[in-house]
């Protein structure tokens, strides 16, 4: 058996001790002795591992370094973490825990990114920024969310949606689902970065990534764009009628990668985009659907039981059916009623929107309406909004116009405040 020098165990026990707090603080609290006796008994890591292409394989196979670390098996982890920087070079943090693991065998590591004292004061902003990367990511192993859970937007997708997007802010964290037939199943979660100032856009030129109901709208050719949005990009709804109505400005809010020379960034660093590593983002990329998946952007997401918001939601559900046979009808009187006096689409207001409206009425002509491929999200913040889509189809017809409105409740009523046609 090989000893090492005292210098170097005693440089490796400060690693150790530093990456088990880490880990304590970040480990998933569900973990089980089962799967702790599971990862004892592994193989061990081998630098020959190829570069994985399931969804967030580099982050876990950082993880894995630190959970190697942390039971002090600091070759297995050296090996690893070799194998990591040669396939990801770009990836900053791997470089960082592979130099901590590499001066540990030297002296004693006391915080991630221990560096020499000389070379700490020009790099402490990079520095911190890469501790609070490490910071988000491991939180995001203990704040894991509830099995068979979902995001409280996600109230009704339709069959054609595929897959949802949504952002957790707070966590640095995008989660990826799938819409199956028995509902949305989570399928992959990544780390992203947010605007430099946070969150809740609110003007142009804010660095703040805005927050609500977004839908992406294109998938713009890499070829296309300047190297600095990596991989791709795809654009989102924003400012959509809700920020339009509350004032809200700037444009170009868009899911895209990083440069070359970046694997990932801080997590409040961008201008207000949503930004991922591109192996990442290219996952999403050849999954996602344009103009049918929603993407939802929270401060802190809330998750519940898929069927325990629909309950809440009866008396919109209300609404919008007693709409429908307004709407059914062609009882004018009656569906203005459905709609606020600061209401608008596209531009128009009540009064301008109403010939529009006539002119459908003529063209139903009595005939009740039916909704196709009907999807519900709802937004709560200072107030309670639907974001509702379908195909308006009258009886005896097989297609419709596909329409998204946007309503509002006001006590214990809901009112629509933007409607239009968006196919």
Known sequence: MTTLPWGASRGICSLVVVVVSALLLSMPVHASSKNSKAKKNAPKASAANHRSTHPGAAEARLIEVYRLTAAARVRDALKLAQALVTDYPNFQLAQLVYGDLLAAHARPVNTLGDVPAAQAQAAQPVLMELREESQMRLKAL?????????????????????HAIAVDASRSRLYLFRNNPAGLTLVADYYVSVGKAGTEKAVEGDARTPLGVYFITSNLDPKSLKEFYGSGALPINYPNALDNKRGKTGSGIWLHGTPPTQFSRAPLATDGCVVLANPDLQQIIRTVEVGTTPVVISPRLEWVPPHSSRAQVKPFEEALTAWQHAKSSGDLPRILSFYTPDFNSFGKSLPQWMPSLQSELGKIGGRAIEFKDLSMLRWTDESDTMVVTFGEVPLGTRTGKTKRQYWVRRGNEWKIFFEGVIG
Not at 148 to 162: D, E, N, V
């Open 142 to 162: 203990r704040e894991r969310p509830p099995i068979g859970h979902i995001p409280s937007p996600f109230l009704t997708l339709p069959a054609r949606t595929k």
